[in-house]
Nanobody, 115 residues
């Protein structure tokens, strides 16, 4: 499965950005979809994840500010980021879990929040 992410960019603190990530068509079913981020010098960390149906998962540092959603018909996952902080600056990666235990990563998109 190939992932194509879009969105991101530069925004002032307190602003909003949205990300989207579309998965290519596959004979395998798309299971979970999620977003991770990695800041310079830091490990890649989970931001949010969403199963095909049911409860979403958020990292504590984005709860109440970010919202993950998906369009199953288009195999696309979205991340709406509000009230952005300078510490949210990172490269954001989308990830999907598909088939039987397989996973794929998107290419990463830069989000920069200025103070």
């Amino acid at each position: 499965v190939h992932l194509q992410a879009s969105g991101g960019g530069l925004v002032q603190a307190g602003g909003s950005l949205s990300l989207s990530c579309a998965a290519s068509a596959s004979r395998f079913s798309i299971n979970g979809m999620g977003w991770y981020r990695q800041a310079p010098g830091n490990k890649r960390e989970l931001v949010a994840a969403i199963p095909p149906s049911g409860s979403t998962v958020y990292a504590d540092f984005v709860k109440g500010r970010f919202a993950i959603s998906r369009d199953n018909a288009k195999n696309t996952v979205f991340l709406q980021m509000n009230s952005l902080k300078p510490e949210d600056t990172a490269v954001y990666f989308c990830k999907v879990w598909y088939g039987y235990g397989m996973e794929s990563w998107g290419q990463g998109t830069q989000v920069t929040v200025s103070s």
